[in-house]
């Protein structure tokens, strides 16, 4: 029997606009089609009409899923039987989901100790094998790359054009759902992400302005140096050297943006607000586009579009660690009750 879901796989959704030919393998966890939801507290604060894309939606939680289901489908059409990445988690994550509903093996490395705790979960739950290098992101992806010059392995970080090509679709969405927009806001940190969504506005004629931000701790491209030592609370963007960045800044100047850097504490006050007014709980490195709004404005911009990359759940230690609400210890009377409940 065959079953066909609901919503069609990303790849068949924009098969005219993508590398994939009918007949081609296509490994889908029906992702894309995320909801775009008004923010009204972030539209009252910046004076613009604000969205965000949730792209915390999507299978395993971010944005990355758009991506994989190219990099995974063409890594299955080119014949190969293992796929490996670099990843500060998500990526990760995303390539282990996808590798376990196509059959291969996939391999991760990761940053010693630097992965949240959400995402080595799902990387381990998927059965992926994971290789923690002593180092950053950046040392693991430089050995990756030469590691499948030697393996028939494909490669799946951002550097794969697969991947490139599957979260231009992110744009495609804003685009049929908004007719317009002036403004992208997109957390920036090995650069793919905002490379594709440039690449899928251009395809089809649109030229918002693209805003990017780093964590000033990890801000190769504001500094215009490589940062040898990146560190952030939001994990999903300590990159000191991103693959793309060059893309990026090209994007950035195109559409007349800016790459800029938000701190910490800037990241999580945004994290708070949007979790805590907006409904929104998202990844730290999500929360850096909305910092950065609120930080810099939207410049004369009328609609504008956040990019919430994942979702909350993937850094428990996070948003234990950074909000303010507690748990309240209580007996189990009435009394108790309605003090701690009222009081
Ligand atoms: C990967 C990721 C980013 C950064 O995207 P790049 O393509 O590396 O610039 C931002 N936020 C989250 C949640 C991510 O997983």
Redesign the pocket.
Known sequence: MSVTSARPPLIERWREHLPFEEGDPVVSLCEGATPLLPAPVLSERVGAEVWMKC??ANPTG???DRGMTCAVSAALREGAQAIICAS????AASAAAYASRAGIRCAVIIPDGKIATGKLAQILAHGARVVSVAGNFDRGLELVRELVERHPISLVN?VNEFRVEG?KTGAFELLEELGRLDLLC???????????YWRGFSEMGATPRLF?FQAEGAAPLVAGHIFEHPETV?S??R?GN?A?GAE?LDAVEQSQGAIRAVSDTQILAAYRLLASREGMF??P??A?AVAGLLEYGADGAERVVCVM??RGL?DPDTALDHNEGAVIPCEPQMAAIEAAVLG
């Not at 500060?88 to 990526?91: A, E, K, L």
């Not at 997109?186 to 594709?196: E, K, L, Q, S």
Request: net charge positive; proline share 5%; glycine share 16%.
């Open positions: 792209e915390g971010s944005f990355k500060t988690g998500n990526t951002s979260q997109i957390p920036v940190g090995n650069a793919g992400n905002i490379t594709a990017g939001a999903a963007i990159i991103p793309r990026a998202c990844e490195a999500s850096a990359t994942g993937k």
